[in-house]
Nanobody, 124 residues
Framework: QVQLVESGGGLVQAGGSLRISCAAS????????MAWFRQTPGKEREFVTS????????YYTDSVKGRFTISRDDAKNTLYLQMNSLKPEDTAVYYC?????????????????WGQGTQVTVSS
């Protein structure tokens, strides 16, 4: 059974940094695209960033470019999101997603597996 488990969320002040992780189990995700999405109450889940199966290609939504960095450690079957210069509008539940293909996508339908989410709260 495939499981994605996020960790590392919490409360941070504006301008601070946080790194969240996503540990995968049940299969290896090397060579498969992975991504981070986020959701705030009353809004649809939105794409944040993705990484291709070989880790070479990354994509970011405009609002996080230059502040967030996605990375993967396939030896540990773990996905990371380093978040710097955090803003109150980054407050959300962050979800890890894994695809069954090499190429990443910016839409939810491009991913087959999802974690339960981790709360990130940025105070002003």
């Amino acid at each position: 059974q495939v499981q994605l488990v996020e960790s590392g969320g919490g409360l941070v002040q504006a301008g601070g940094s946080l790194r969240i992780s996503c540990a995968a189990s049940g299969r290896t995700f090397s060579n498969y695209a992975m991504a981070w999405f986020r959701q705030t109450p009353g809004k649809e889940r939105e794409f944040v960033t993705s990484i291709s199966g070989n880790g070479v290609s990354t994509y970011y939504t405009d609002s996080v470019k230059g502040r967030f960095t996605i990375s993967r450690d396939d030896a540990k079957n773990t996905l990371y999101l380093q978040m710097n210069s955090l803003k109150p509008e980054d407050t959300a539940v962050y979800y890890c997603a894994a695809s069954g293909t090499y190429y990443s996508s910016i839409i939810e339908g491009g991913y087959d597996y999802w974690g339960q989410g981790t709360q990130v709260t940025v105070s002003s």
